[in-house]
């Protein structure tokens, strides 16, 4: 059964996306200990953070480089990042999710962690509608203000 973990990621997108880069690093390389992956999905609201998200992480980390790719490019990289109207080819053990919305084909993966961007309106509230969809489906749910 895939776990759900919500994570605060900031109080805005350029924030919670300067964030996750640093967490898929982290991710990556077995910087934290309850959660590894070898292959990462990142769904992003949209196009552009998508694109900041791929420049963001040529810089991370300082001294290495994790493949990644705009998943529109079809290429096979260990960080494949999508936004509305792009599909994901199955096979990776994490989806990271920057949309407060819950993603589709939960079931594909071993893990689940919902950023939540702490900006108290919109976003916030979203997750919060995640987080309970999430309840709902039987998923066993935690909450990290902290890595």
Not at 13 to 31: H, Q, V, Y
Not at 64 to 83: A, C, E, M, P, Q
Not at 124 to 129: L, Q, T
Request: aromatic share 8%.
């Amino acid at each position: 059964m895939v776990e759900a973990t919500f994570m605060a990621s900031g109080k805005n997108m350029e924030e919670a996306l300067d964030f996750t880069s640093s967490l898929i690093s982290k991710l990556i390389t077995g910087g934290i200990d309850q959660i590894r992956a070898n292959k990462i999905d990142v769904f992003c609201i949209d196009i552009n953070d998508a694109n900041y998200l791929d420049e963001r992480l040529w810089n991370e980390p300082e001294y290495g480089l994790i493949s990644h790719n705009l998943v529109t490019n079809k290429t096979d990289d260990l960080i494949n990042i999508g936004y509305p109207g792009t599909k994901f080819v199955l096979g990776s053990d994490l989806i990271l999710n920057l949309s407060p919305d819950i993603p589709k084909n939960l079931d594909g993966y071993k893990n689940f962690i919902q950023l939540v961007i702490m900006d108290g309106a919109d976003l916030r509230e979203r997750a919060a509608n995640t987080w309970s969809k999430c309840k709902d489906l039987g998923l066993k749910t935690k909450f990290v203000e902290s890595i």
